[in-house]
């Protein structure tokens, strides 16, 4: 199994770049880094990470194809390769509905995303081909439409954390591929050795983000599209705040974040072994410093 974390979307170069020297020395096998296009082109972050570390392998994504055209996203992964080695992957996918309506592109006018992905994804990997480039390209999905495109990918990096779900997806996957592809979990996560109020709400606040850009049929399955509703209906007037918070229930929070004790950690590895996961990313606010880094080592170190 493969660990990472996924740095924050408001770090500065030299605090991405600090915290992944950190990473490289304390032996995590990936650093990802995710293009938010109101705040950072993450293809520069990439390249100053790879310019100090030697061993960590580094993952730009999710980007997605409704902001950068293939083009754009394979020759910034070959300049990447060319540059600093081989040890680049790449994660596609429809990307945040309301970051990309904040730089002008809203996803309501693609008909066809599942079409859309697919095809990027078969453009990028014949440049890849043509340029004599390796890169695996992974799948970042939730919904079953999205789910439903895994035999395309090297892999498939799922936005939850609950086993529950986890399982859920494995089986709808499994409707369309009897060929096992790689199975990660990128996931809102904290894990700590003693709670930090300030870093256990920011987690609320990131699993609550993820929550409310879930696709309706993955709520309807678990059946947490009522429980939810208030506080959709509220967010479509108002950015996310703490009045918002408040409606979504615990239960909610808990199926969209990692939240657990240095001690506790080895089980749920293990529950994610037995389902075949291989690659666990752990996101913000695990990576929002130094200290927070420490503390997931340290429970790694438990395994």
């Not at 770090?11 to 990802?32: C, H, M, P, Q, T």
């Not at 880094?33 to 990470?49: E, G, K």
């Amino acid at each position: 199994m493969k660990f990472a974390v996924s740095l924050n979307s408001n770090d500065s170069i030299s605090d991405a770049v600090k915290k992944s020297i950190e990473l490289d020395r304390l032996g995590l096998d990936y650093v990802w880094v995710s293009d938010l296009p109101s705040q950072r082109y993450a293809p520069a972050v990439c390249a100053a990470i790879a310019k100090v570390t030697s061993k960590i392998r580094i993952g730009l994504g999710l980007i997605s194809p409704f902001l950068h055209t293939s083009q754009q996203i394979a020759s910034s992964l070959t300049t990447l390769i060319e540059s600093y080695g081989s040890r680049f992957d790449l994660c596609i996918g429809p990307g945040d509905r309301d970051e990309l309506y904040r730089v002008g592109v809203d996803l309501k006018n693609h008909k066809n995303i599942s079409q859309s992905l697919l095809n990027s994804r078969e453009e990028i990997s014949t440049l890849f081909q043509k340029r004599g480039i390796e890169s695996r390209i992974w799948l970042g999905a939730q919904g079953p439409k999205l789910l439903k495109l895994v035999s395309a990918f090297d892999g498939v990096l799922l936005n939850y954390s609950s086993i529950e779900m986890i399982e859920w997806s494995l089986n709808t996957m499994k409707e369309v591929i009897d060929i096992p592809r790689s199975i990660g979990i990128f996931s809102p996560s904290y894990v700590y050795k003693k709670i930090n109020p300030k870093i256990q709400k920011m987690l609320h606040y990131t699993a609550a983000t993820v929550a409310l850009g879930t696709s309706k049929t993955v709520l309807k399955e678990f059946l947490l599209d009522e429980g939810l509703e208030p506080a959709r209906i509220a967010h479509k007037s108002k950015s996310l705040d703490e009045s918002i918070l408040k409606l979504i229930p615990q239960n909610i929070i808990k199926k969209f974040s990692i939240f657990i004790s240095q001690d506790e950690l080895p089980n749920y590895i293990q529950e994610l072994k037995r389902l075949g996961v291989e690659h666990v990313a752990f996101s913000y606010p695990q990576g929002y410093s130094l200290e927070t880094i420490k503390e997931l080592s340290e429970g790694l170190s438990k395994l």
